[in-house]
């Protein structure tokens, strides 16, 4: 009996995951900052509420933020035109216990009820050519096609 295979960027392991199982990692990239604070993107994946689509994700998560987050201002928006969607790339400011953060978000739907949002951060001032670098990188993504979902066992 073949075991299926759950795929990570790194290699494979066996597990038998249920087809209701959501997945919930984060990816985190980031330029070594020896105990510093750095450049980093963040990659965190949700699922929509029922009868919530991407805009008004956005809209609740940004004033989330603006009652989270120290001295949160949106600076821009930026369009992003994927193949099947138009977003915004928000570029927008806080205060971390570091010190003061710039960062560019984006929310891009991958499903019916499924979001990826893109996390780019970096100390302030961001330098410009990071937030292009940012901004490209996350209109750069293009999602896999939707997995083929095997008929359900008769047996079961």
């Not at 392991?13 to 959501?22: G, I, L, N, S, T």
């Not at 809209?59 to 992003?80: C, G, H, N, V, W």
């Not at 806080?94 to 984006?106: I, K, N, S």
Request: glycine share 6%.
């Amino acid at each position: 009996m073949n075991t299926p295979l759950y795929k990570i960027n790194e290699g494979t392991f066996p597990a038998v995951v249920p087809r209701d199982w959501e997945e919930q990692t984060v990816n985190v990239l980031r330029v070594p900052g020896h105990g510093h604070a750095t450049a980093s993107l963040v990659v965190t994946r949700e699922t929509l509420p029922l009868g919530k689509d991407i805009a008004g994700y956005v809209q609740d998560q940004i004033r989330a933020l603006a009652r989270e987050m120290p001295d949160f201002k949106i600076s821009a928006t930026i369009p992003i035109l994927y193949p099947d969607q138009k977003c915004e790339a928000v570029c927008a400011s806080w205060r971390a216990l570091e010190g003061p953060m710039d960062q560019v978000l984006c929310c891009v739907g991958v499903g019916p009820r499924r979001a990826l949002i893109f996390t780019g951060t970096h100390p302030a001032p961001m330098p410009e050519p990071l937030r292009r670098q940012f901004i490209q990188i996350i209109a750069g993504f293009r999602p896999h096609p939707p997995a083929v979902q095997p008929e359900a066992d008769a047996a079961t």
